[in-house]
């Protein structure tokens, strides 16, 4: 299992779209992403889970990845919220 905490590079943080994109993202890969947020844990391939999180742009959270392809997935995420994607 790998923990990474990232700080949100996305202008706009995690609203609908952004949210929308970062769940296809974290669902091309087999492994069981989780996303933490100011004491709450929600699978980053459940959408309404996501939502709940409401996260704005500059905010840390820590993303978890346990899994064959963990590595891969754990970058393309970060890549992602940091903008670079």
């Given at each position: 299992?790998?923990?990474?905490?990232?700080?949100?590079?996305?202008?706009?943080?995690?609203?609908?779209?952004?949210?929308?994109?970062?769940?296809?993202?974290?669902?091309?890969?087999?492994?069981?992403?989780?996303?933490?947020?100011?004491?709450?844990?929600?699978?980053?391939?459940?959408?309404?889970?996501?939502?709940?999180?409401?996260?704005g742009a500059g905010e840390e959270i820590t993303v978890s990845a346990d899994g064959d392809d963990e590595n891969e997935a754990l970058d393309n995420i970060e890549?992602?919220?940091?903008?670079?994607?």
């Open positions: 299992m790998l923990k990474k905490t990232i700080a949100i590079g996305l202008s706009s943080g995690l609203e609908a779209r952004p949210v929308a994109m970062l769940v296809q993202i974290a669902s091309q890969f087999d492994s069981q992403i989780y996303v933490e947020n100011n004491n709450a844990r929600v699978n980053a391939k459940s959408i309404m889970g996501m939502m709940t999180l409401g996260m890549k992602y919220l940091k903008g670079e994607k």
